[in-house]
C-alpha cells in the first residue's frame, strides 16, 4: 500500500506561479507511473501531466510549455510546477499511482484509470 499527499495549492493571480507536492509514504520500485490529474467544480477529473520511471513525461496540450512534471525518487516527492497560471486552472489537483505500472511506447497515461493510488487532492484557485 502506498498513501499519497498532495501539497502547495494556493491563491495566486493570473500569470502567477506553484509548485504542488505530492510525497508518498514509500520508495517505489520497478515499473510505475505518477501523475497529475485536476478537478474543476461540475466538470470531470483530467490528467495535467504524467512521468513514468524512465522520465518519460505525457502532458495535457492546455498545459504545454507551462507546466512541468518531475519526480525524486530518493525523497519519494513528485512535484508540478506551474507557471503562466490562467483562471481555467483553477481546480483541485491530485496526483496520482500506477503500480505496478507498465512503460508505454505513448508514453505515461493521461487518463484516469490506469492509475491505482490516489491523493486527497490541494486546491488551487487563479484569480483575474
Known amino acids: 500500500q502506498v498513501q499519497l499527499v498532495e501539497s502547495g495549492g494556493g491563491s495566486v493571480q493570473a500569470g502567477g506561479s506553484l509548485r504542488l507536492s505530492c510525497t508518498a509514504s514509500?520508495?517505489?520500485?520497478?515499473?510505475?507511473?505518477l501523475a497529475w490529474f485536476r478537478q474543476a467544480p461540475g466538470r470531470e477529473r483530467e490528467g495535467v501531466a504524467a512521468i513514468d520511471g524512465e522520465g518519460t513525461t505525457s502532458y495535457a496540450d492546455s498545459v504545454k510549455g507551462r507546466f512541468t512534471i518531475s519526480e525524486d525518487n530518493v525523497k519519494k516527492v513528485l512535484y508540478l510546477q506551474m507557471t503562466g497560471l490562467k483562471p481555467e486552472d483553477t481546480a483541485t489537483y491530485y496526483c496520482a499511482l500506477d503500480w505496478p505500472g507498465y512503460f508505454s511506447d505513448a508514453g505515461p497515461p493521461l487518463t484516469p484509470g490506469p492509475y491505482n493510488y490516489w491523493g486527497q487532492g490541494t486546491r488551487v484557485t487563479v484569480s483575474s
Open positions: 514509500r520508495r517505489i520500485r520497478g515499473d510505475y507511473e
